[in-house]
């Protein structure tokens, strides 16, 4: 039997490479934090603890204002603050908000939490700033994370976190329910966009980037936030692929994928976590103690507080069957381990733990161990010092600096998927026809999470920002632009006009893709690109002249049909308020785009595989044939990779590998380069990705230079989860490739 290079226990193995001493312990940080906690827990009572761990919306503390704009009810405030003692509260209310109406908001709650309770503790309020601070008007609403992961630059999304995390601290909310770490393997579902895609090396360095970016080294400060790494685990495999569906993951492939991105989040400090609503192989993850309790905190090393998600204790019982009451849902949650309950409307959650308390059913040290985790992140966000919004703050909002940064986002996202023969950029000179259904709309190009939770009330986006139409126009003229509403996304308006427009211009500039939805309300029946728009792209086509397709979409709709009828494909995902200009910056010149799938982009509506698949999918007889595959993105420019080397030809446990490569721009465009380096396992004990990927970097590359990029592999990179389910090494040789270059490493065999 081959001998194997055990790694050291599942515990202490790294997923990533970093050492486990590089892990945050806030537990053990601040012995200062430690005794205010333990103080404040000795004088608390039953119901005080347990109201700590009750989370509360927004609207169950609100009344009708005027235009139906939700206000505050002082008395359901104080019913919920002072009487039930609730220590969090969540949501929007509907609808963005004004910078200072959220300040207002913050502080009214803060002062009933401060001053009309015995203990005075803080409330923790927390939002989902997804991408960007998406429920404050005026506020910097960036790309959605997948196309953060397109943009390879993970500068950029430290930058795009730190001035999400300035913003949403700025109106008084020290709490962001971001990111989410779940894995876009299964195209149908409907969060795809939230995620930075099928993979988990980039949804582990994008996801610990933000995490850093927006915690810092001090919670206190005014412009940082606490991080809540979401949905743990395995939410994003729905067999469905709807959302809230069954995930059936085996245990090994669960470590393979989608452990990783946590692990890599607990390295990076995330301080709290958010539950999977729904279930792997039938057990659901808020009754678990094995994933909430054993995995995370024992294997995975988590210190800080578990929340559920929206109403999914109540949902053990009512929904998913494994509780036979409220009772039983609520005693299994909180021993599996989840310490917060986003109950989300009323005080049964609270009610029913004090009762499960004093029957004995939920012993006290499972509360206070709960408790303590609360108040730990309370102490270390500086709320009992500062509880209060900073009025200072607010012109820290929708700062001209953080558009430039979205705008470069954005940019960077869009992914040249087509581009036959040269048809793009576009001459400037060029006379236009745009049409399609994401066109000339706000709220396709920044989807669900923006302004109010499914993001499509168009009438609330800002008017000064430009939709694709409106940036053409303002690019080249509105006298070189005509515009036709041919189709919504599910009906045909006008075809037949924008056939006939189409005889007098240079180039059709078709945008199609799909409408602003979220979470459930966005589950499809059928990945195909709907009717109307698939019939609009073929008339056209029969014009002859040349066709622009861009995407506009948060999954990957397949469109096979349509791509020989086009010159030129474009995919800017959900690109965000500055998408429109974005897309006509690409679409004429202004920008050389250097976007990569960040998924598998499917060919048809069904057998969806990913880009690490397996041998046996990937062969003559079973080709691996997507649309375009994971990691694709064309560019203006011509660029080739050259000598690929690496230092040694053996690594053994404890050594690294240093392998470079050279990247030359042969064209006469500036590029900006993602070089991703892969590694394939040649002979393994379990059937090997055909290759994953290990590294990448973005580096800009003038037009006519070189540059040379330096990646370092570790012996954690050549690892996989063996068949007794731990990380092992093996002998034998792995292939390392950039681009179509490739060098061979072996690990030699290793005598006991
Ligand atoms: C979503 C979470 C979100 C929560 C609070 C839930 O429906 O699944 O991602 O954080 O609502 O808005």
């Known amino acids: 039997m081959r001998a194997l290079w055990l790694l050291c226990v599942a515990g202490s193995m790294s997923v990533l490479g970093c050492s486990s001493a590089e892990k945050a312990s806030p537990k053990k940080a601040d012995a200062l934090i430690e005794a205010k906690v333990r103080q404040l827990m000795a004088k608390m009572t039953l119901e005080e603890k347990v109201g700590q761990m009750t989370q509360i919306t927004l609207e169950s503390f609100a009344k009708s204002g005027q235009d139906g704009y939700l206000v505050l009810d002082p008395e359901k405030l104080r019913d919920g603050i002072v009487n039930h003692h609730i220590g969090s509260i969540l949501n929007c209310g509907g609808q963005a908000r004004t910078p200072e109406n959220w300040q207002e908001m913050i502080a009214q709650m803060q002062d009933v939490a401060t001053k009309q309770t015995r203990l005075g503790i803080p409330i923790l309020y927390g939002i989902d700033s997804i991408h960007g601070t998406n429920y404050v008007l005026g506020a910097t609403i960036f790309p959605q994370n997948i196309a953060m992961a397109a943009t390879g ?21 020290p709490w ?41 080294d001090d919670l206190t400060r005014s412009d940082k936030v606490a991080t809540c790494m979401k949905h743990y685990l395995g939410y994003s495999m729905p067999r469905s692929g709807r959302d809230r569906t069954p995930a059936y993951i085996p245990d ?92 989300p409307y009323d005080y049964s959650f609270y009610d029913t733990l004090v009762e499960l308390v004093r029957d004995g059913e939920v012993p006290m040290s499972r509360i206070d161990q709960a408790v303590a985790d609360i108040l730990r992140v309370k102490f270390r966000l500086g709320l009992f010092d500062k509880p209060y919004p900073n009025k200072n703050l607010l012109g820290n909002v929708g700062l001209e600096t953080s558009r430039k940064v979205n705008l470069q986002a954005a940019q960077e996202a869009i992914t040249l998927l ?4 040269k048809t793009l950029p576009l001459a400037k000179s ?58 919504t996304f599910d009906e045909e308006k006008d075809i037949a006009g924008a056939v006939a427009a189409a005889q007098n211009v240079d180039a059709i500039v078709a945008c199609i893709g799909e409408p602003a939805y979220c979470e459930t309300p966005g589950n499809i029946d059928d990945l195909t690109m709907s009717e109307p728009q698939l019939k609009l792209v073929e008339e056209l086509a029969t014009t002859g002249k040349p066709i622009v397709l861009v995407l506009v979409e948060g999954r990957p709709r397949v469109i096979r049909t349509i ?71 064309l560019s203006y420019t011509s660029l080739v990779y050259r000598a690929l080397q690496a230092d040694r030809s053996e690594l053994r446990p404890g050594q690294t590998v240093a392998v470079t490569v050279e ?24 059937t090997p990705a055909v290759r994953q990927l290990k590294r990448f970097e973005k580096v800009d590359v003038p037009a006519g230079q070189t540059r040379t990029v330096r990646f370092e592999l570790g012996w954690d990179d050549l690892a996989f989860i063996g068949r007794d389910n731990v990380p092992v090494v093996e002998p034998g040789q792995f292939k390392i490739s950039v681009g179509e270059l490739s060098v061979l490493l072996t690990v030699p065999e290793f005598a006991k």
């Open 153 to 173: 630059n993970v500068g950029l999304m430290e930058k795009a976190a730190e001035i999400t995390a300035m913003e949403t601290r700025a109106v008084g909310i």
């Open 176 to 216: 962001n329910f971001n990111p989410v770490l779940d894995l876009a393997r299964q195209p149908m579902w409907p969060r795809v966009f939230e995620t930075f895609g099928e993979d988990a090396y980039i949804a582990s360095v994008m996801g610990a980037a933000y995490i850093r970016a927006q915690q810092g």
């Open 252 to 343: 090994r492939e669960l470590r393979e994928h989608y452990v990783k991105p946590f692990a890599a989040a607990v390295r990076a400090g995330t301080v709290t976590c958010m539950v999977n609503s729904s279930e792997i192989n039938g057990v659901p993850v808020h009754s678990s103690e094995f994933y909430l309790t054993d995995l995370l905190r024992g294997e995975l090393g988590f210190e800080g507080f578990v929340v559920s998600d929206w109403a999914d204790i109540e949902n053990l019982h009512t929904r998913e069957k494994v509780a036979k009451d409220r009772r039983e849902a609520v005693r299994m949650a909180v021993l599996a381990g989840v310490d917060m309950s986003m109950v």
């Open 418 to 421: 087509k581009n036959e023969p």
């Open 430 to 487: 060029a006379r236009v026809l745009v049409t399609g259904p994401t066109a000339n709309l706000l709220s396709v190009l920044n989807s669900g999470w923006t302004l109010t939770w499914q993001g499509d009330n168009e009438a609330l986006y800002p008017q000064e920002k430009y939709t694709i139409l409106e940036a053409i126009r303002a690019k080249i003229g509105e006298d070189n632009v005509t515009y036709v509403n041919s189709v």
């Open 563 to 633: 791509v020989d009828d086009v010159q030129a494909i474009l995919t800017a995902y959900c690109p965000g308020m500055e998408g429109g200009q974005a897309v006509a910056d690409v679409l004429f010149g202004d920008v050389n785009p250097s976007g990569r799938l960040p998924y598998t982009y499917p060919r048809f509506a069904a057998g969806f595989t990913t880009y690490d698949h397996k041998p046996s999918e990937e062969t003559r007889e079973n080709p691996f044939h997507p649309q375009w595959p994971f990691g694709h993105g």
């Open 663 to 686: 990247v030359i721009n042969t064209g006469d465009i500036a590029a900006k380069e993602t070089v991703q380096l892969y590694l394939s396992d040649l002979v393994a004990s379990v």
